[in-house]
């Protein structure tokens, strides 16, 4: 679970990336984040694995709270929130198989052990092929994957995911957006930050809007909308 | 092991920054053990003229031998002597005769009557030669005292000279070997800030990135030092036969093996530790 409360951040040069923003998202949801760049989509992400601190509020990441946790327990908040970067942040000078088994090592895991968590997590995502090629040897979509598979090796609870599609076509597209479905259909909580339009109206998802660093609509998901609404009529019902 | 692999990969990919830091090493400890041997030789020349009588005296012709004895005895109770040996004139002709063995001449020239007998005396204390010297002045059988006081002091400040210059010497090369090394690891750290970035994105900790940065300054120091001494090991003993020539029957270089495998385990301990303490500074001051 996600709790935002009244969270601003302003920059040393006096510009703000968010103002005064509050969200709540439960566990299990798949939440899309959209707006026009600078909208402060990335500087939130950032903030929920606190590579980034907010000037005013409070972040609550399941019990973790990001404003005052300790600087030696970031690595035990970072094993829990899988993120799938903008830029990928993909070591280029490993193989996919060592990019994706680099957290691993960092949690000290046996090296049998890490490789075969490794396959499983490539055959999840569906490069099983690709484990000993190096980035440059691979096609946007096959990234974007690795990156996705490197942020669920730890089978985190929370993932992030900046601008997952922003640079494929829509057929890979579609597909990245199909396995982040998927690790949600696990009980993963999905949080992507997209310019997407296609993608975000096509799924019944909950979308939350910022703009200029303010929140400025939150739609729930379709199902949640009905379920509510449901929840109104029957109560009028019960009222007559 | 993974940080030891990492240390490695380090060193390989930028060998001309690791050929610098090991030279600055080799170059430090290099000093470091030749001066080690030439404090180790003063030492071993002082302790070879402190073994020596320290004060001879010479007896008038006309002194008896029970009477030196009674002298001998006199100072013997005073609680300052260590040792003391009485050296006939017979027994100071053999000696003359064993050091001109080559001169037939000067052997035709000497004969036992004008050689005088002597006591060779050692002090307890240094410090007590002068009383021990002016007593045997006094007394009306004594010809002449000698002491090398004068040698042994000469010898002591020159080596205490040494040590200080070779403590300086060592002490701006250390200074100047850490900062290279700080220099030469910060450039490998910001070389690697985006994968340290990243490293650090994934969740590892401080230590994950530190330790192979530590690592490949001990790496650095070990061979850096182990180089240093095997050169200068090898200057030593090239060089060994043409200072015993000239040093002659003193044992100045008495070099025991396990003296030098005493000095460079103690220098391995050094470098290690200069090793870390550089690359911890490094780390420091880059990797905040």
């Known amino acids: ?240 | 092991m993974k940080a030891l692999r990492t240390s490695w990969k380090h060193l390989r990919r930028s060998p001309y920054q690791a050929l610098a830091a090991i030279f600055i090493m080799m170059q430090t400890f290099f000093v470091i053990t030749i001066f080690s041997f030439v404090i180790y030789g003063s030492a071993q020349l002082i302790k070879y003229f402190e073994s020596k009588p320290q004060v001879t005296a010479f007896f008038k012709d006309e002194a008896q031998p029970e009477n030196i004895n009674a002298l001998a005895d006199t100072l013997k109770t005073s609680g300052k002597v260590a040792t003391i040996r009485y050296v006939s004139k017979k027994e100071a002709l053999q000696i003359y005769k064993q050091q001109f063995k080559d001169d037939p001449l000067l052997l035709d020239l000497v004969t036992e009557g004008i050689l005088p007998a002597s006591l060779e005396i050692s002090a307890i204390n240094i410090e007590d030669l002068v009383t021990i010297s002016d007593s045997l002045k006094n007394s009306p059988l004594v010809q002449q005292v000698i002491f090398p006081r004068d040698v042994i002091e000469t010898l002591s400040s020159i080596t205490s000279a040494l040590r200080k210059v070779g403590m300086a010497i060592i002490a701006v090369l250390a200074v100047d070997a850490i900062f290279i090394m700080v220099i030469i690891i910060g450039i490998k750290i910001s070389q690697k800030k985006e994968e340290i970035e990243i490293m650090r994105l994934l969740s590892a900790t401080n230590w994950y990135i530190r330790w192979p940065f530590l690592f490949e300054g001990v790496f650095y120091g070990v061979i850096g030092a182990i180089i240093g001494w095997s050169l200068a090991s090898a200057v030593l003993l090239y060089t060994l036969p043409v200072l015993r020539s000239f040093f002659g029957s003193v044992p100045v270089l008495q070099v025991h093996p396990i003296y030098l495998l005493g000095l460079l385990g103690g220098e391995i301990i050094v470098a290690t530790i200069l090793g870390v303490f550089s690359s911890f500074l490094a780390v420091l001051r880059y990797l905040k």
């Open chain 1, 1 to 240: 679970m996600i709790v935002i409360q009244n969270v601003t951040k302003t920059f040393g040069t006096g510009a703000s990336a968010l103002i005064d923003v509050s969200l709540q998202i439960d566990k299990g949801e798949f939440v899309f984040l959209v707006g026009p760049s600078g909208s402060g989509k990335t500087t939130l992400l950032r903030m929920l694995i606190r590579d980034v601190l907010p000037t005013q509020g409070s972040i609550i990441v399941n019990d973790w709270d990001i404003v005052k946790l300790p600087s030696s327990k970031v690595p035990h908040l970072r094993k829990k929130i899988g993120v799938v970067f903008q830029d990928l942040k993909l070591l280029t000078d490993r193989t996919i198989g060592e990019n994706i088994m680099l957290p691993l090592e960092m949690a000290q895991m046996g090296h049998r052990e890490a490789m075969n968590r490794v396959e499983e997590i490539l055959e999840q995502v569906g490069i099983a092929s690709h484990k000993d090629k190096f980035p440059i040897q691979l096609s946007g979509g096959e990234l974007q994957r690795t990156a996705i598979a490197r942020a669920l090796v730890f089978s985190p609870d929370i993932l992030l995911a900046d601008e997952p599609t922003g640079n494929l076509d829509m057929a890979t597209s579609w597909e990245i957006v199909k396995v982040l479905q998927d690790i949600n259909k696990t009980g993963t909580t999905v949080v992507m930050a997209t310019h997407n339009t296609d993608i975000v109206n096509s799924l019944l998802k909950r979308i939350v809007t910022l703009e200029k660093g303010k929140l400025v609509r939150d739609d729930k998901r379709k199902d949640q909308v009905d379920k509510t609404t449901k929840e109104k009529d029957t109560t009028k019902d019960e009222g007559k």
